[in-house]
């Protein structure tokens, strides 16, 4: 049950943009994106709960597509702190169990 | 206010040991989870509690085992080690696992485990 995420790396420069995807396949109720940096735990970035909602947090916002069973993560003008491991994490059947897709490494170059 | 707190940060362990990675929260929250870390395979579920007393299985739950007798701590137990559970460990919680999706998971600094 878990979410698959795309791509697996992306390498960028400062300024440029970047687009992570996240879908199920199922039902989504809510998805979550994490951020871990390099030796570090993950940490909470944004949770979607609504068909169509969209939030954002700095220049990072995110979309959720309950009918398509998607999710995309949107980063504006990268900066160099964007760099690292991006996470999508939804429920699984049983709402208790919560799933992370396999991760979307980014590297933010100057 | 210390959040989760994982113990110990790391650890050697030989095939067929059995340790305990434990786990505290200091935030009162009723849901806590065990994830472990594999590069390319992201965080995996392997066991989680709703409340004191109660815990379930998670996706790769074989071969560890866990308790939860008061709501602040969930320790993950390793029945006898194998080489293939060399990774990071990473313990969450949330103020509730009802409706986990609605809930934030706040997670520890994790725990490296490296067995020979």
């Known amino acids: 049950q878990q979410p698959v995420q795309s791509p697996q790396a992306v390498i960028l420069r400062e300024g440029e943009d970047a687009v992570i995807n996240c879908s199920s396949s199922?039902?989504?109720?809510?998805v979550h994106w994490y951020r871990q940096k390099h030796g570090e735990a993950p940490v909470f970035l944004m949770i979607?709960?609504?068909?169509?909602e969209q939030k954002g947090h700095d220049k990072i916002s995110a979309s959720f597509n309950e009918k398509k069973q998607q999710s995309s993560l949107y980063l504006t003008a990268s900066q160099l702190s964007y760099s690292g491991t991006y996470f999508c994490?939804?429920?699984?059947?049983?709402?208790?169990?919560?799933?992370f897709g396999s991760g979307t490494k980014l590297n933010v170059k100057p | 206010n210390a959040g989760v707190t994982q113990t110990p940060k790391f650890q050697v362990l030989k095939t067929g040991q059995s340790m305990t990675l434990q786990c505290a929260q200091d935030?009162?929250?009723?849901?806590m989870s065990w994830y472990r870390q594999d590069p390319g395979m992201g965080l995996r579920l392997i066991h989680y509690?709703?409340?004191?007393?109660?815990?379930d299985q998670g996706e790769v739950p074989n071969g560890y085992n866990v308790s939860r007798s008061t709501t602040e701590d969930f320790p993950l137990r390793l029945l006898s080690a194998a080489p293939s559970q060399t990774s990071v460990y990473f313990c969450?919680?949330?103020?509730?696992?009802?409706?986990?999706?609605?809930?934030?998971?706040?997670f520890g600094a994790g725990s490296r485990l490296t067995v020979l």
């Open positions: 509690s709703v409340g004191a007393g109660i815990t």
């Open positions: 199922k039902a989504l109720y809510s």
């Open positions: 969450a919680s949330s103020y509730s696992g009802q409706g986990s999706g609605a809930n934030v998971l706040t």
């Open positions: 994490g939804t429920e699984g059947d049983n709402f208790n169990k919560f799933y």
């Open positions: 935030m009162n929250h009723e849901y």
């Open positions: 979607l709960l609504k068909g169509g």
